[in-house]
T-cell receptor
Framework: GDSVTQMEGPVTLSEEAFLTINCTYT??????LFWYVQYPGEGLQLLLK?????DKGSNKGFEATYRKETTSFHLEKGSVQVSDSAVYFCALRTNTGNQFYFGTGTSLTVIP | NAGVTQTPKFQVLKTGQSMTLQCAQDMNHNSMYWYRQDPGMGLRLIYY???????DKGEVPNGYNVSRLNKREFSLRLESAAPSQTSVYFCASSERLYGYTFGSGTRLTVV
């Protein structure tokens, strides 16, 4: 079945460090891929998305490229800030259904 | 502001009590969802409603019921709460080509 696997955390980085959070997926057809962010005590917010192969989603300095050949959608940021501390979820939506499939989340803490 | 509104934000129940979690969206979305979030387990789908008048079970439906009251509202009911239902509950809505919009969550504790 369809699924998303993302790297386990927690991840702790110093401010201005480079961030990569790995995400791979299993799906039939051509899913849409998403990254969501959850700040402490809040709901999930859409961070970025890509709807077809080779698309790059970007927002707030974060980027992720839809790689069909490696079934991946890794999240990257060149220089993290303390305010980026949150839990990040990778998700896919199949092109045939109404359901999303979420990864288990990766907790990021950025220290000054 | 447009979005998904959940009530209540916090609730403590005794084992065996019942309650209904309310969710409303004002974005005219067709699909609505209820998830629970537990440490180390990510988000698990409880029930969803692809459109007004339809509901379907998700991954963890046992102990819950839902009602899609109209296009805006989708409620989740716990008939007899159990400690295993202690969790954070999120409602979400979406349109087919777009991502989810989530509510801010209901933190439920069953003692």
């Amino acid at each position: 079945g369809d699924s998303v696997t993302q790297m386990e955390g927690p991840v702790t980085l110093s401010e201005e460090a480079f961030l990569t959070i790995n995400c791979t997926y299993t799906a039939t057809g051509y899913p849409s891929l998403f990254w969501y962010v959850q700040y402490p005590g809040e709901g999930l917010q859409l961070l970025l998305k890509a709807t077809k192969a080779d698309d790059k989603g970007s927002n707030k300095g974060f980027e992720a490229t839809y790689r069909k050949e490696t079934t991946s959608f890794h999240l990257e940021k060149g220089s993290v800030q303390v305010s980026d501390s949150a839990v990040y979820f990778c998700a896919l939506r199949t092109n045939t259904g109404n359901q999303f499939y979420f990864g288990t989340g990766t907790s990021l803490t950025v220290i000054p | 502001n447009a979005g998904v509104t959940q009530t209540p934000k916090f609730q403590v129940l005794k084992t065996g009590q019942s309650m209904t979690l309310q969710c409303a969206q004002d974005m005219n979305h067709n699909s609505m969802y209820w998830y629970r979030q537990d440490p180390g387990m990510g988000l698990r789908l409880i029930y969803y409603s692809a459109s007004e008048g339809t509901t379907d079970k998700g991954e963890v439906p046992n102990g819950y019921n839902v009602s899609r009251l109209n296009k805006r509202e989708f409620s989740l009911r716990l008939e007899s709460a159990a400690p295993s239902q202690t969790s954070v509950y999120f409602c979400a809505s979406s349109e087919r080509l777009y991502g989810y919009t989530f509510g801010s969550g209901t933190r439920l504790t069953v003692v």
